[in-house]
């Protein structure tokens, strides 16, 4: 299973982009963006606004694992 905030973290970094851009975008503070990190599972909303900010498809990656993992458990 994906952890969502490692893999927004990831594309954040892959972007070179700073957790403080990110924060301004998402009108939080950096602390909310390390939280956000650490996070397992996130809202949908917020996750859409987050796909939005980073031109990345969160759900097709979490779609694309859930996939993935049903095909492991089939074989």
Excluded: P
Excluded at 16 to 45: G, H, M, P
Aim: charged share 30%.
């Amino acid at each position: 299973m994906i952890h969502i905030g490692s893999k927004i973290e990831a594309e954040l970094r892959r972007q070179e982009r700073t957790v403080a851009w990110f924060a301004r975008k998402l009108y939080c503070n950096r602390q909310n963006v390390y939280d956000i990190f650490k996070r397992e599972s996130i809202d949908t909303t917020l996750l859409r606004r987050i796909s939005g900010i980073l031109g990345h498809d969160f759900f097709r990656d979490l779609s694309d694992d859930m996939a993935a993992t049903d095909m492991t458990n089939k074989m």
